[in-house]
Each structure stands twice: as structure tokens, then as C-alpha cells.
T-cell receptor
Framework: DAGVIQSPRHEVTEMGQEVTLRCKPI?????LFWYRQTMMRGLELLIY????????DSGMPEDRFSAKMPNASFSTLKIQPSEPRDSAVYFC????????????FGNGTRLTVT | AQRVTQPEKLLSVFKGAPVELKCNYS??????LFWYVQYSRQRLQLLLR??SRESIKGFTADLNKGETSFHLKKPFAQEEDSAMYYC????????FGQGTRLTINP
């Protein structure tokens, strides 16, 4: 198994542009999480899905952020319009169940907004 | 509400010295606690979890419900332990602390 796959690995864009980050979870995992990592705030949970349904999006910073999971093997995190303060590493992770199973992380997408 | 606090952003110790990375949590139910580690140029991965009561790479962590702590310890640090360490608490969602960057000096 290739693990959780994220694309792109790096994204550089100008302020105001739309950014779409992609994630393919491990097959059979029911939970998918999006995290943002910054030096100042560490790892913040943005949103998570169970069986493709968003369960908790309280960590999404504002309306500029949206996430979808159209099927069990694909999720997107979109930022529109992007701002320099969105620059961070965005991680996707999946897990088998809700409690005892560890999360398996992707390599992350490093986003730079200029 | 779930909350995890790692009071030290940076921790530096010498090789062979004991290491303790502090973690305190806030949660009204029975917590499920983890330590995750991110080595340079590698993805974030699970180090250990409290239900397993195991030692991984010489690290152990004991859940202290009275002090609401889950500190990570290793008696003799090695250079390859240098990494970013995150304490995490899971009820439904997994919430992380801010992380501690551990540097082991030769």
C-alpha cells in the first residue's frame, strides 16, 4: 500500500488565486482528516470526514476554505481566494475507525501564497 | 472541549542524557492519548499510544489521570531521536499539541 497520497507536494501561488489540494486515503479507511501545520500554531485540525460525510468543520478558518469528499478514495481542500497567511503545510490523514486506530499521514502539501 | 498542551516548543539535550517531553491534556471523558513523531523529511507517524503500554525506540509514556499528563520519556537519548514530537488526544477527532522540537547534541 502506498499510504495516503497527497498532491501536489509543493504549491506556489499568488494572492487571490484559487488553490486545490488533493488527497487519496488508504483504501478501507473510514475516516479522513485535513490538518494545517505552521510554526506558530503547530498542527491544527481543519475538518474531518466519516464515510465521506463531513463530521466536524469547526477548525476551518473561514469561508474561503472548503473541503469535499465525493467518494471514499478522494478528497479536496480548496482555498478561494488564497491569502499569504494561508501559507503552511497541509496534511491529509486517514484512519480505520474513530477511536483506537492511529492516523496515517500523507507527505503534506507545502503551500506558499505570495 | 479537547485540548492538548506541550509547554516546550524546543528541547535540547546531550546524547546519553535522559529526555522528558511534557504533555498535559484537558478532556472530560476517558482520553485516548498518542505520541506522534516527525523525523526530518519524513511523514508524521505514530510513535506510541497509551493503551498499548509499550516501549518504542526506548520511549515510554504513562498516562497520569490525576495530573492529566502523558509525558514522553527516554532514559538515554540518541542522536537519531532528534525530531518533532506531537502529543495528541483522540475522542472522535484527533487533536494535537503544538509540538516540541527535540534536538540531541553529540
Amino acid at each position: 500500500d502506498a499510504g495516503v497520497i497527497q498532491s501536489p507536494r509543493h504549491e506556489v501561488t499568488e494572492m487571490g488565486q484559487e488553490v486545490t489540494l488533493r488527497c487519496k486515503p488508504i483504501s478501507g479507511h473510514d475516516y479522513l482528516f485535513w490538518y494545517r501545520q505552521t510554526m506558530m500554531r503547530g498542527l491544527e485540525l481543519l475538518i474531518y470526514f466519516n464515510n465521506n460525510v463531513p463530521i466536524d468543520d469547526s477548525g476551518m478558518p473561514e469561508d474561503r476554505f472548503s473541503a469535499k469528499m465525493p467518494n471514499a478514495s478522494f478528497s479536496t481542500l480548496k482555498i478561494q481566494p488564497s491569502e499569504p497567511r494561508d501559507s503552511a503545510v497541509y496534511f491529509c490523514a486517514s484512519s480505520l475507525d474513530s477511536y483506537n486506530s492511529p492516523l496515517h499521514f500523507g507527505n503534506g502539501t507545502r503551500l506558499t501564497v505570495t | 472541549a479537547q485540548r492538548v498542551t506541550q509547554p516546550e516548543k524546543l528541547l535540547s539535550v546531550f546524547k546519553g542524557a535522559p529526555v522528558e517531553l511534557k504533555c498535559n491534556y484537558s478532556y472530560s471523558g476517558s482520553p485516548e492519548l498518542f505520541w506522534y513523531v516527525q523525523y526530518s523529511r519524513q511523514r508524521l507517524q505514530l510513535l506510541l499510544r497509551h493503551i498499548s503500554r509499550e516501549s518504542i525506540k526506548g520511549f515510554t509514556a504513562d498516562l497520569n489521570k490525576g495530573e492529566t499528563s502523558f509525558h514522553l520519556k527516554k532514559p538515554f537519548a540518541q542522536e537519531e531521536d532528534s525530531a518533532m514530537y506531537y502529543c495528541a488526544l483522540r475522542a472522535q477527532k484527533l487533536v494535537f499539541g503544538q509540538g516540541t522540537r527535540l534536538t540531541i547534541n553529540p
